[in-house]
T-cell receptor
């Protein structure tokens, strides 16, 4: 079956603009996760959804970042007033349920802020 | 302060030999640990996990060892193959806290033919 998909695969934007990243999880997976990998850095956990609810938003780097999930499926990560330090690969993953389930990752969106 | 650390940024191993990737953590609330493999331009792939009630979990060529008293886990790959060359991340969860997955910085493994 289809895996996790993300769009766009690449996004180049100017500093100060807003961007929206999209994640389509595996059908039936109730848990969805967003991560960020900056150049030369490890994976940084941002936020997870159980259904449409995000129990903990403290992993988001700043209040310019927000995420939502509707219908228990597609999720969008929005970055407002982008900064150069936001440049990174943003990865989405989904799992059947709990955090300890295997997470299946999408290919990521490479964001470049000029 | 990093709660999960992989102190070796890279490791080079000859094909057929054992690869040992190490991971240390500081948060005693972590009770579940996972290893992921990541190839360039791809998302991470789950490899193997271990619960804190165990000290070893084996899956084919991959074995994860957990030493709770030392807050240390390791991933052993035997025998190593060139296709194993990738970046390996360890990650930890505190399921009681219902909280985030915390990743280490990754170790780049290079298996030479």
């Amino acid at each position: 079956g289809a895996g996790v998909s993300q769009s766009p695969s690449n996004k180049v934007t100017e500093k100060g603009k807003d961007v929206e990243l999209r994640c389509d999880p595996i059908s039936g997976h109730t848990a969805l996760y967003w991560y960020r990998q900056s150049l030369g850095q490890g994976l940084e956990f941002l936020i997870y959804f159980q259904g449409n609810s995000a129990p903990d938003k403290s992993g988001l780097p700043s209040d310019r970042f927000s995420a939502e999930r509707t219908g228990g499926s597609v999720s969008t990560l929005t970055i407002q007033r982008t900064q150069q330090e936001d440049s990174a690969v943003y990865l989405c993953a989904s799992s059947p349920g709990l955090l300890t389930d295997t997470q299946y990752f999408g290919p990521g969106t490479r964001l470049t802020v000029l | 302060d990093q709660q999960v650390k992989q102190n070796s940024p890279s490791l080079s191993v000859q094909e057929g030999r054992i690869s040992i990737l190490n991971c240390d953590y500081t948060n005693s609330m972590f009770d579940y640990f996972l290893w992921y493999k990541k190839y360039p331009a791809e998302g991470p792939t789950f490899l193997i996990s271990i619960s804190s009630i165990k000290d070893k979990n084996e899956d084919g060529r991959f074995t994860v060892f957990l030493n709770k008293s030392a807050k240390h886990l390791s991933l052993h790959i035997v025998p190593s193959q060139p296709g194993d060359s990738a970046v390996y991340f360890c990650a930890a969860i505190s399921s009681n806290a219902g909280n985030m997955l915390t990743f280490g910085g990754g170790t780049r493994l290079m298996v030479k033919p």
